[in-house]
């Protein structure tokens, strides 16, 4: 155990803590590089006269370069000098996959509300629901970006390479602080939240497998419903026999999964980790280091950007 008759070790995992922190950092940074350079030239192109940037895929398509070939890759080849300490590997089982499944439900419902609540009192009703842009319109890059390519590159970020090389000072601290990078990655208050309690989830389930496979399964079935089903089945197209039920499937998954929750969460039980850090230091240690609130105040001026419109 970290004590302060070994601070050597807890040292060490500040210092780990600090430098994930500041690969966020710089992943922030070259994101917002990346948008400045894109719109500016986005700009030249429409002075020179070139419909290219009012083609519908064009900005998709220079999200999707910025954030999974420079962001993302920004972050995750600083976090390669760290050492990693991979979970063991081992099968949740199907019923151990679905009851994860099910708890993701409840954490959405609950989340999507704060959130909204929050965006909307803050902004006095004028802001816009980020999602809500990107799910409204079913073009093939939105569906690739939500399915594939997000639940991807980003489960290899937070859950990979974050968790690998933090869970040897406690898988709860190493958990924690996956699921609040992941919170505030998102950027606006209306996914924070839930992003934040989904990202507690995948953290357990990664932890408790070792495998990747399962937390990008897991995410990609969760943004095919929000991304996909949910818009289809909410078209002024769709009979409303198929939203009544969507909806009652949705509700009633949400109940198993507030039943698999609380018993969840009962018996959660975390094993000893080789530098376990004493459960009263976890927070400073994760969290009382200057990248964390440099992290902290860019994930907050994009959270301000956004209510703003």
Not at 61 to 67: D, F, H, P, R, Y
């Amino acid at each position: 155990m970290v004590t302060d008759k070994n601070p050597g070790d807890g040292q060490i995992a500040g210092r780990v803590f600090s430098f994930a922190w500041l690969s966020l950092m710089i992943s922030g940074a070259v994101l917002l590089f990346g948008s400045a350079a894109a719109s500016a030239f986005a700009s030249a192109l429409k002075n020179s006269g070139s419909s290219v940037p009012s083609s519908p895929w064009f900005s998709r398509a220079v999200q999707i370069i910025v954030m999974y070939c420079l962001g993302i890759p920004a972050a995750l080849l600083f976090l390669r000098r760290l050492p990693v300490t991979p979970p063991e590997k081992r099968s949740p089982g199907f019923s151990g996959y679905f009851r994860f499944f099910l708890a993701c439900f409840p954490v959405l419902v609950l989340g999507s509300v704060l959130g909204n609540v929050l965006s909307f009192v803050l902004s006095r009703g004028s802001a816009v629901n980020p999602v809500e842009r990107i799910t409204g319109d079913l073009n093939p890059f939105n569906v690739l970006t939500s399915v594939v390519l997000a639940p991807f590159f980003e489960e290899l970020l937070f859950r990979r390479f974050l968790i690998d090389r933090t869970a040897v000072f406690g898988e709860r601290a190493a958990i924690v602080f996956s699921a609040v990078a992941f919170g505030l990655f998102h950027g606006n208050l209306f996914q924070f939240f839930y992003a934040a309690g989904i990202g507690l989830l995948l953290g357990l389930l990664y932890v408790r497998t070792g495998r990747l496979i399962y937390t990008v399964t897991l995410h990609s079935l969760i943004n095919l419903i929000g991304a996909v089903i949910s818009p289809l089945v909410m078209q002024e197209t769709a009979p409303p026999w198929a939203r009544a039920v969507y909806f009652a499937v949705y509700a009633a998954l949400t109940v198993a999964g507030t039943v698999v929750f609380i018993r969840g969460a009962v018996r959660l039980k975390f094993k000893p980790a080789p530098l376990q850090i004493e459960p009263s230091a976890e927070p400073r240690t994760v969290f009382l280091n200057a990248p964390f609130f440099g992290f902290l105040i860019y994930s907050a001026f994009r959270m301000i950007t956004s209510l703003s419109g």
